[in-house]
Every structure is written in C-alpha cells, then in structure tokens.
C-alpha cells in the first residue's frame, strides 16, 4: 500500500501542525494542570474549519477521508493530548451522524462543523468490558419512547456538551445507539472527575433516571445497530491511535533535541551508545504504529478496516506511546520526572489512552477471536 500523501492530506498535516505548534505547545500545561477546558482554541479551530473534517460540504463541513482526519489528530496530540482527544470525540460524533444519522438528525451537522455546539461520546464504560451485555446503561421501549436507566463515566465533553452519542442496551441485551440532547429530563451530570492524564477534556459521569427520550433519537435505522456500532468504533479506534502517535512523536524530538543540550564527561549524551540505542527503538516503534496507523486508516475509507485491524493498531498504538513516553523520562533523568517539564505530563496522558475507546484485553480478545475463528 502505497503511503505517499496527497496533496489534501499534507496541506491538513502542515496547517494543523503549524496550529499545534503556535497555539497548543505552550497552552498544554495550563490545560492540564488546570484540568481546563481548551475553549478558546477550540474558536480558532472553527475559524480555520477543523471542526468539520468529518462532515460533508452541503452541512457547511468539509468533508475530508479517514487519514487525514487521523493525522490532523496525530499533529494535534503532539501538542496537547487533552485538545486532541476532545478534538477526536467531536469528529467521531460528527462521523456518525453524517453517515448513518436520519434526515433530522443531519439538521444537527452545521452547528457541529462551525463549532457553535460541541459533542460528547459515551459507548464503552470503564467498570465494564466491551461487551454490550455488560452496559450499565439500558434503554427499555414504552409507548412509542424509550427509557433510560443506568450511568456513564469518564466521558469526554460531559461537561459542556449540547448532543451526545451513547451507546445502551435494550431488553434483549442489543445494542442502541442515541444521539441526546442536553436538555432532556432524568439526565444528571456529576463532578467533572479527577483523572491521571488527560486533564482537559474533564471527564465526567452522568447519570439517567428514568430519562425519556424520543424514538427517533436513535441513530439512524434501529435495525442496523450492530452495524453502525462496528464502523463508529473501528474509527474511535484510528482516531485515538493517531493521538498515541502524536505523543510518541513528540516524546522522540523533545529525546532527541535533549541529546544535544546535556553534556556528560565532556561528551553531549546523544554521543553515547546506549543513549542512541533506546533512541533507535522509540523510532522503530513510533514508525511502526505510524505505518499500521496509516495503512488503517487508509483501509476504513475503503471500507475494508476489519476489527482486527483496528484493534492490532489500538494495541499497538497505545503500547508505544507508554513505552515511548517512559523512555524519554528515563533518558532524561531524574529532571524528566518533574512537572516543570512535558515528558510526565505526556506519560499521563499516554497511559489513558491504553483504556479509551476499548481496553487492551478487549483488543485482544478481538484478534485472538479471528485468529483462532471462534
């Protein structure tokens, strides 16, 4: 498979990095050590049209494929991961409704791509496994509506969010997928909750107490759930990779510009073997999940991404920006454990995205199911 970008896709890179580098690189700390939502560069994002990557023109989107969405996160995580993850969860929302999303659903799109309301996203619970049998969330049918019972944790936007995606169970324990306004009567939301990493998005639970929500507040055909759910997760899963990606990368230049500025008997530390050899290895790895990254996203455009690859880059992705991340603050020193500088912050974040959007093992279990065929 060739990898060689187009010309739509380099001009996303390069526009996205140079915002990354300019608006996100200093900001990130703040945003992190005030668990603050990045709001302000979210309006530069819609001025430069980011927020609607995933929506297509005649909803004032524009429209771009899976790779590009994909490395506009990737460049996006190199500068803060928080803004990154809100930035994916706002893409896959969008992703959703565009392509599977009714008629008056769609009505919801231009106000999504200029940014005048933001999305939130809850479809795997963390007390759970990824299994729609384990779903705390239920949704039970009654006159014409239905009724929701049960609560979300840890989700991205539940603070500020006007429409949400979720994901419950119905009574014969299948899949549903809703998109909810706000403003609905049974929905609560808690404290935004103190996480590890990923401060900025601030995380929070929100609860469903006999909630009474419109039929048509179902995604789309309520008989293609268990497809739709397969497509919006494979995405979930390349946009979150590529935030894994971005933080590795950005582990491996602050590594590397630190070779060069710290001397050790009489020599700079980039000059010594062992130094260059773990440096050697962040880069096969980081290349490695970028190329499966790619090569992922490439495919789900096609329509040919099968859960395995989506969960082999899920895996991947998030095991290198960990390891990634803990041998930069290893090559840097007792200095690179400190909070004055990024390499902490970004191990943080890494370790989240080992949980988000489905846990290693689930992953796991995906593989070894088509691997072994049962």
């Known amino acids: 498979m060739d990898f060689v970008l187009k010309d739509d896709q380099r001009l996303i890179r390069d526009m996205v990095r140079e915002f990354s580098q300019k608006e ?3 900001a990130a700390a703040e945003i992190d050590a005030e ?3 990045p709001r302000d560069i979210f309006k530069k994002m819609s001025r430069l049209g980011l927020l609607g990557l995933s929506i297509p023109e005649k909803y004032s989107g524009g429209r771009m494929d899976a790779l590009s969405i994909a490395i506009a996160v990737e460049e996006m995580a190199k500068g803060c991961a928080s803004t990154a993850i809100i930035f994916a969860v706002h893409n896959i929302v969008s992703y959703a409704i565009s392509n599977f999303g009714t008629d008056e659903q769609k009505k919801l799109l231009p106000e999504l791509a200029t940014g005048k309301t933001l999305t939130a996203m809850s479809l795997i619970e963390p007390d759970s496994s990824d299994c729609v049998v384990d779903l705390s ?3 039970s049918r009654q ?3 239905y009724i929701l019972n049960g609560e ?4 991205v936007g539940g603070e500020y969010f006007k429409h949400i995606l979720l994901l419950a169970k119905d009574e014969n324990n299948s899949p549903l997928l809703f998109i909810i306004d706000n403003e609905v009567d049974g929905i609560m939301r808690g404290d935004v909750e103190e996480t590890v990493g990923i401060r900025g998005a601030r995380c929070t639970k929100i609860s469903f107490e006999n ?3 419109p039929a048509e507040s179902v995604l789309g055909d309520e008989n293609r759930q268990v497809d739709y759910l397969e497509k919006i997760s494979s995405f979930a899963k390349i946009l979150v990779s590529a935030c894994a990606v971005g933080i590795s990368e950005r582990a ?3 590594t590397s510009e630190y070779a060069f500025q710290r001397r050790q008997f009489e020599k700079f530390i980039g000059e010594f073997q062992g130094y260059r050899w773990m440096v050697a290895d962040m880069d096969v790895d980081i290349s490695s999940a970028q190329t499966h990254l790619y090569r992922t996203a490439s495919l789900f455009e096609q329509g040919r991404a099968s859960s395995r690859d989506c969960a082999i880059i899920k895996i991947l992705s998030s095991r290198t920006a960990v390891k990634s991340t803990t041998d930069a603050i290893q090559l840097r020193g007792g200095i690179g454990y400190m909070k004055e500088y990024p390499n902490e912050r970004m191990f943080r974040d890494a370790k989240a995205l080992e949980f988000a959007f489905g846990k290693i093992q689930s992953q796991k279990d995906i593989i070894a199911e088509k691997v072994f065929g049962k």
């Open 143 to 145: 006159d014409g509506k």
């Open 24 to 26: 996100l690189y200093d």
């Open 35 to 37: 668990a603050k939502f």
């Open 152 to 155: 979300k944790r840890l989700v």
């Open 252 to 254: 491996l230049e602050l």
């Open 137 to 139: 969330l239920t949704a």
């Open 211 to 213: 909630a009474v929500i």
